[in-house]
């Protein structure tokens, strides 16, 4: 990643925008002359105001400053699904666990952190745990970094199944509280959607309903477009669940049922299948 009080100043200086005019009035003219330098930081308000004031957005600074070019998740991602099995998956994460106590390189640390998301997303029958050293090295990763881009928001929404309802529900909160949530409202929705959507599932599955509720709400207040028809479907799978578990069950298995036949009708055979196998699952615990 490139320096980016230094990218701030090429963009900057590249539209003609004096210091004077980039801090909008809201802080000194030394202040953002000092973080082009690099000898100090902004503030993630005073960064946001002054990226307004040089008409540039976050995923435009993000791409120029280089902050997602160097996201390893695609390849790991990659490696995990070509080779899916638990056994791959414990050499893989045993490789990255012994590759960060030579080198402390974070990412094989994180790297590792969601290969155990993974494996307690897909086998549940394994008895893993995150502990509390990887859920600490995460919060202060994620919560360090003060512009959020896809490797951040990939990260906190593959990492869901280490969480408890109530510790999701927290981050999420505080995610939502950040500066520059808006701005990556307009950058990263479909992210964002996705981060809710494990959240409610998560709330749901521990039978957190005040938690699911919370994630219910910020689905419909910035909900899924049209375009987004598989995360609208899905929606209405988790959407139905909640009610199930509340007890409003014939509702709930409607909206459960059609959310299948719709993801059917997709082709999203998968999709499908997995969701017809978690709503079988479900009535015979009933």
């Avoid at 930081?41 to 990226?51: G, I, M, N, S, V």
């Avoid at 070019?69 to 012994?98: T, W």
């Amino acid at each position: 990643m490139k320096d980016i009080g230094a990218v701030f100043r090429q963009i900057r200086e590249s539209r003609h925008i004096s210091l004077e005019e980039a801090t909008g009035g809201e802080f000194s003219r030394s202040m953002l002359s000092r973080f082009e330098r690099g000898e100090n930081d902004l503030t993630t308000q005073r960064f946001f105001q002054a990226l307004q004031q040089i008409k540039t957005s976050l995923s435009e600074f993000s791409h120029l400053a280089g902050i997602d070019q160097h996201s390893f998740i695609p390849k790991l991602l990659k490696e995990h699904y070509e080779n899916m099995s638990l056994e791959h998956d414990q050499a893989l994460y045993q490789s990255y666990q012994l590759a960060y106590q030579k080198d402390h390189k974070k990412e094989d640390f994180l790297a590792s952190i969601i290969l155990k998301a993974q494996m307690l997303g897909n086998y549940p029958e394994v008895e893993l745990a995150a502990s509390q050293e990887e859920l600490d090295f995460l919060y202060d990763y994620l919560f360090s970094v003060m512009i959020w881009g896809n490797f951040e928001l990939s990260l906190f929404s593959l990492t869901s199944p280490l969480f408890s309802s109530q510790l999701y529900r927290q981050y999420t909160e505080e995610l939502v509280q950040r500066d520059d949530f808006k701005l990556l409202l307009d950058s990263s929705r479909p992210a964002l959607n996705s981060i809710f959507l494990n959240g409610f599932f998560l709330a749901i599955s521990s039978n957190e309903f005040e938690d699911a509720s919370y994630f219910d709400q910020l689905i419909n207040d910035h909900f899924y477009s049209e375009n987004e028809a598989y995360l609208r479907t899905v929606y209405l799978y988790a959407k139905g669940e909640f009610l199930y578990r509340k007890g409003e069950k014939e509702i709930g298995l409607e909206k459960m049922e059609q959310a299948i036949q719709v993801l059917s009708i997709l082709d999203c055979k998968d999709s499908a299948n997995y969701y017809k196998q978690g709503l079988q699952e479900l009535i015979n615990k009933s």
